[in-house]
């Protein structure tokens, strides 16, 4: 809301405390969930390409539910401290509403770097390095001939099954390399104004400054958006594998 306001010209949550709060603390945390959400999604297909069958195992929607339950509650409690460091009017930051000066500033964007960007990356670049791996394995192997009717037709089953792991894994791991590309450079800007916001500034380097955050600001959102260029020409074949 406090976006479509920006646009009239206003923004409440940059002069009311407890709406800057309710805003920061709500973005922050979904947006934690949904990093970590593509992260496990990545250990998940992960699982998926395992040739164990205890691996195999740990992709289901049991455990799926799990993690995303305990995903969403420690996301909850870990961003918590924000309702009390955030406040409206701190002119000293890239926002109005922005974490207090001092310890409080500094906490959040470890916080917040840490768990929403650095972590979740890491997460989707192991397990995507690790499944790519499998999907080589996979490909070396040749299916057992087999000469009679019910033979041809469970390997007339496998090879579909198969293909469709394959594509999935690849938009998965085209997902994990857009998110990497979109957000690093976000966590880096934003860890350098936090850290130099006591240093003097010329006004150029102010401007140059604002509007190179401007552009990366502007990155790291599109990076909530291609998810849904990435799975829709794919719709029917993501339905069928987690509906």
Do not use: H
Request: net charge positive; proline share 4%; glycine share 4%.
């Amino acid at each position: 809301m406090s976006r479509i306001l920006l646009g009239f010209g206003t923004d409440p949550s940059t002069t009311s405390a407890p709406l800057c709060k309710l805003r920061i603390y709500t973005v922050f945390a979904s947006g934690t969930i949904s990093a970590w959400c593509i992260a496990f999604a990545a250990a998940d297909r992960y699982f998926c390409s395992c040739q164990s069958v205890y691996q195999r195992n740990l992709s289901s929607l049991k455990v799926s539910y799990r993690v995303v339950a305990a995903t969403t509650a420690a996301s909850l409690l870990i961003y918590a401290e924000m309702l009390y460091c955030y406040d409206a009017n701190q002119i000293t930051g890239p926002f109005l509403c922005n974490g207090k000066e001092g310890p409080c500033r500094y906490f959040n964007s470890l916080v917040y770097t840490l768990f929403f960007i650095i972590l979740p990356l890491m997460v989707m670049v192991v397990f995507g390095i690790l499944t790519l791996n499998n999907v080589r394995k996979l490909n070396r192997l040749v299916a057992p001939a087999s000469s009679t009717t019910r033979g041809s037709t469970a390997l007339a089953r496998t090879v579909p099954s198969k293909k469709r792991d394959k594509q999935l894994t690849k938009m998965l791991l085209v997902q994990v390399l857009v998110s990497t590309i979109l957000t690093v450079p976000y966590s880096i800007q934003y860890l350098y104004s936090t850290f130099s916001a006591g240093i003097y500034k010329s006004p150029l380097q102010v401007a140059t400054e604002n509007l190179c955050f401007a552009l990366i600001l502007d990155l790291f959102w599109w990076g909530f958006g291609t998810s849904f260029y990435i799975y829709t020409p794919a719709l029917y074949l993501y339905n069928r594998a987690y509906i």
